[in-house]
């Protein structure tokens, strides 16, 4: 039988585009994604889910608390492999700075032949990410789990379903809080849903 995997971009931190966010520490949701964070978990609601897992980060696992609370779920697992790319010495930078870099240059353009400084290859975040859904597909038979987790690691993962190569990442959008949903079987694996997003809820009654 089917494994169906909710693919969860973590709702958004309050500087979300101006820099490099990584692994560095102390980086929780914003008000805009608080917001985002209700919105998805009320879309989830939809759906019987069987269990959540999260990366180690902090604004993933306040994505995924929320749609855990609303679901009736075991707080989430906390999944090494979901992690957001290890960009070692890159984490924490704005996007101008790194934009002086020739290496970061390199890495966007050709990311499977390209090792961030100290970190990984996107080769390796496929694997990890794929690693973890062969785990989770055995013994999961007819269930439905989310799985919240950073843009670039759900773009290796559809990126591999697809049969594409990692350095097609700019060719789809993974937005924050969004739903990218895959059906995993013996049969193979097929991409059901992109880029899903939920509406925004009534913000009435959100902190100021």
């Excluded at 980086?27 to 919105?39: E, P």
């Amino acid at each position: 039988m089917t494994v169906t995997f909710f693919l969860v971009r973590h709702a958004a931190h309050d500087n979300v585009g101006s820099f490099l966010a990584g692994r560095a520490g102390g980086i929780s949701l914003g008000k805009a994604g608080r917001a985002q964070a209700r919105s998805l978990a009320q879309r989830m609601q939809r759906e019987d889910l069987g269990g959540i897992y999260a990366s180690p980060r902090e604004r993933t696992r306040e994505t995924a608390a929320a749609i855990a609370s609303a679901c009736g779920l075991e707080p989430p697992e906390i999944a090494a492999e979901l992690d957001e790319v290890d960009f070692g010495a890159w984490s924490g930078k704005t996007f101008a700075d790194l934009d002086a870099d020739p290496s970061w240059r390199r890495w966007n353009t050709v990311r499977s032949l390209t090792r961030t400084p100290g970190g990984e290859t996107m080769l390796d975040v496929q694997s990890r990410v794929m690693r973890l859904i062969e785990i989770l597909t055995s013994g999961n038979s007819g269930r439905k789990l989310a799985l919240v987790s950073h843009a670039d690691v759900i773009k290796a993962a559809v990126s591999h379903v697809l049969g594409l190569p990692v350095d097609a990442w700019p060719r789809f959008e993974i937005a924050p809080a969004s739903i990218t949903t895959l059906a995993v079987g013996d049969w193979g694996a097929k991409v059901m849903t992109l880029n899903e997003v939920a509406l925004q809820p009534n913000p009435i009654g959100e902190d100021t």
